[in-house]
């Protein structure tokens, strides 16, 4: 399906989405995705998917259906419905929440430490290392040292992120690296 096309479905599903349940249009366009088709003939439905949570909406003309449950797994909580209810100025301060995590982390001595470390198990880094584990087990494996050595800025760095979930921790240090990535793919570029 064209771009054009996917669209114009966008513009029909943000209008329904905000007229039938008080989604916010623009968590609309930042989370979901388009799928595809699904049906026959005037069954037809487009399906639209979380890029997080995997939640689903079908479109049918001018009218969206949350699917409440996909195979065994129950979606639309009343959490995720809260969430795409946000008003534009909740959207915004969890933007600026997330570029002030992210800028926490760059400048953390506990990144700042590894940094060059934790680069060497992606591909795409001219400094990649073949051979070795990739870039999220790594990530765990020096979480996991750091908290067993009970390092001083491991705790400043999780009490500072209110987290002490070794996922999100992971998720976190390395989220700096994709920036670090493609700033020296953009360097590399003429």
């Known amino acids: 399906m064209s771009p054009a096309k996917i669209e114009e479905l966008f513009v029909l599903l943000r209008a329904a989405c905000a007229r039938q349940f008080r989604f916010n249009p623009r968590r609309i366009t930042a989370s979901m995705r388009y799928v595809g088709k699904e049906g026959h003939g005037k069954d037809m439905v487009h399906v639209f998917r979380d890029a997080s949570t995997h939640s689903q909406i079908a479109l049918d003309s001018t009218f969206a259906t949350l699917r409440e449950k996909h195979g065994e797994k129950p979606h639309w909580t009343d959490a995720e419905k809260a969430h795409y209810q946000n008003t534009d100025a909740e959207i915004d301060a ?3 929440a997330k570029q002030a995590e992210l800028e926490f982390v760059q400048n953390s001595a506990l990144y700042l430490d590894h940094k060059a470390e934790l680069l060497t198990h992606y591909k795409d880094w001219p ?5 070795v584990t990739n870039p999220r087990e790594a990530a765990r494996q020096l979480i996991a040292a750091l908290i067993e050595a009970k ?5 400043g760095f999780a009490e500072h992120l209110g987290s002490n979930d070794p996922e999100h921790l992971v998720h976190l240090l390395l989220s700096p690296c994709h920036l670090e990535i493609e700033a020296a793919k953009a360097a590399a570029t003429p």
């Open 94 to 96: 969890e933007i600026a």
């Open 127 to 131: 400094g990649y290392v073949a051979g």
């Open 151 to 155: 390092d001083v800025r491991m705790a």
